[in-house]
């Protein structure tokens, strides 16, 4: 098998594999793949059905090999490459190689394009597709290829019909991952801080430093000294009375709400007690039918026009 996978020296490389290929395959694709990397670099070796069990921390590998194993008969699905993502350092490598149709789906198997897209969708970027065929120096894939890929397939449960095993080829699919992790933030080139504007001069006005507040150096006022003597006297009792006003024949008149006392100094002194009406007639229903404002809040029911009496027991404070 050959490699078309550049320089990877020095490299932390993850090479993946799965049921469909032979042992002895694998074995000498890790002795190829060791010459490669050299003594600077590190090789781990992975079955596809224990990738995610492994539980790699993400960022972990600088390449990614997946389906380098002859035979090429490994599927890829969306939640192993979104795996392969995960795992890949920021702007690291994927190579990958599947089977595939020209056209469509057949037997599980997809088209190039339909790939193509299912890489992007699991968070890659700069896919680019060869065909394998025409890197290497085949032409096409000879029969003993085509057969030994039908059977490994069929391990991995996928099932082509002899009718449809010469309508597949092998591409090689080379995928990067961004150079950002997931949920990484940046700040926008255009992007500008704006804070509140503040007056030099008057902030140093109102700044206050240790040596502007000892007492020694303070000038202060003297209280008493702002106070009168005509602030200090009395008032007199009459020029606090408000004058509600005086009729057109000269007499003083009460205001309507008058309640500066001038109502009842003309009436000699005397108070009328208005009884208190009810405005929703049901205040002697108690206080669960009373209004808010009723007049007889907190008072026992009565009978319509009973005088309202309190017992001697009702009188007494609460021992």
């Known amino acids: 098998m050959e490699f078309g996978i550049g320089n990877i020296s020095d490299k932390v490389v993850l090479l993946v594999w799965n049921n469909g290929n032979s042992p002895s395959c694998v074995q000498d694709t890790v002795a190829k793949l060791k010459e490669h990397i050299g003594e600077g670099g590190r090789l781990l070796l992975e079955h596809v059905e224990r990738l995610q069990l492994a539980d790699y921390e993400e960022g972990t590998f600088d390449v990614v090999l997946s ?23 920021p702007s690291g490598l994927l190579i990958m190689r599947e089977p595939v149709v020209e056209h469509g789906t057949i037997a599980g198997l997809r088209s190039n394009k339909k790939l193509s897209s299912v890489l992007k969708l699991s968070g890659l970027v700069n896919v680019t597709v060869l065909l394998l065929h025409q890197n290497s120096h085949h032409t096409s894939l000879t029969d003993d290829e085509r057969s030994s890929i ?77 106070l009168s003597e005509e ?51 049901s205040c002697y229903l108690g206080d669960a039918f009373r209004c808010a404002s009723c007049p007889y809040l907190g008072m026992p029911a009565f009978k319509p026009g009973e005088q309202i009496k309190l017992s001697e027991r009702q009188l007494k404070a609460d021992q």
């Open 67 to 89: 389906g380098l194993v002859s035979p090429i008969c490994l599927s890829h699905h969306v939640d192993l490459l979104a795996e392969f993502a995960r795992i890949l350092k």
């Open 150 to 226: 039908k059977n490994g397939l069929k391990v991995n449960n996928v099932f082509i019909e002899d009718s449809a095993a010469s309508h597949f080829s092998v591409i090689e699919i080379q995928a990067n991952k961004p150079s950002y992790e997931v949920g990484a933030s940046t700040t926008l080139s255009f992007a500008k801080t704006v804070g509140p504007t503040v007056n030099k001069d008057s902030a140093a006005i109102w700044t206050l430093s240790a040596n502007d507040v000892l007492d020694e150096d303070i000038e202060t006022v003297d209280p008493d000294s702002l």
């Open 231 to 281: 602030d200090l006297s009395r008032p007199d009792p009459a020029s606090l009375q408000w004058d509600c006003g005086v009729s057109k024949s000269g007499k003083r008149r009460a205001c309507k709400n008058c309640t500066c006392g001038l109502a009842e100094e003309l009436a000699g002194g005397a108070t009328t007690n208005k009884p208190a009406s009810s405005a929703c007639g």
